[in-house]
């Protein structure tokens, strides 16, 4: 079931669990992007701890404060859980924190295999950065999944895809299993760049 909700930019993507899609203004992704490219050279590998199939995963929560885009992703936060709490999936604090945040480069081939964050714990989320022209050379157009991301329902029978856009943030359970597929690219060196983060009721 899908509702497109007027208040704000969001669309609700219900399959046994809620995913929230929201479209983040491009000036803040754009200087999501400018943030990220001066800081890169520094910044530690996120990867022994992610599942990803990838080069480049890289912790960005100490400089997710200094970009626009922090004050948007608060509001996509308090949304969501004031959604959950109107359908009893969630009560308690509602006061929220970020924990760990980084930014994927995902190349030509790579790919995510269907897992969940932070061992099952909290809310995670994937916000698309940089989204490439991928290469549709597939004979049956139903079978083009390229570059997808894909959430599986609350059976784990069939899953649900949403094409990657710049801009589009999306917020679900940690627990709600999740991938993304491969791709090929038209433009050889083109990455599929998004940021992601697990965020948790703040202990009082």
Not at 7 to 34: C, H, S
């Amino acid at each position: 079931m899908k509702v497109v909700e007027k208040r704000m930019k969001a669309q609700t993507n219900v399959f046994g669990k809620i995913v929230k899609r929201y479209d983040i203004p491009l000036d803040a992704i754009d200087d999501l992007n400018e943030k990220y490219e001066q800081h890169k050279e520094t910044l530690e590998s996120f990867g022994p701890r992610l599942a990803g199939r990838m080069d480049s995963e890289l912790r960005f929560t100490n400089f997710l404060h200094e970009a626009k885009v922090s004050k948007h992703i608060v509001d996509c936060m308090n949304d969501y859980i004031e959604t959950l709490e109107k359908v009893g999936l969630f009560v308690g604090n509602k006061e929220l924190e970020i924990l760990n945040c980084w930014i994927n480069d995902m190349k030509e081939l790579e790919y995510n295999p269907p897992h969940t964050h932070h061992d099952n714990t909290g809310y995670s989320t994937v916000m698309f950065l940089k989204v490439p022209e991928f290469i549709n050379d597939v004979k049956d157009p139903h079978k083009f999944k390229d570059g997808q991301l894909g959430f599986t329902d609350v059976n784990g029978s069939n899953c649900s895809w949403f094409e990657p856009e710049v801009g589009h943030f999306y917020i679900f359970k940690a627990s709600h299993q999740h991938f993304v597929m491969p791709f090929k690219v038209k433009n050889k060196g083109d990455i599929r760049r998004s940021m992601s983060f697990n965020f948790i009721q703040k202990i009082v």
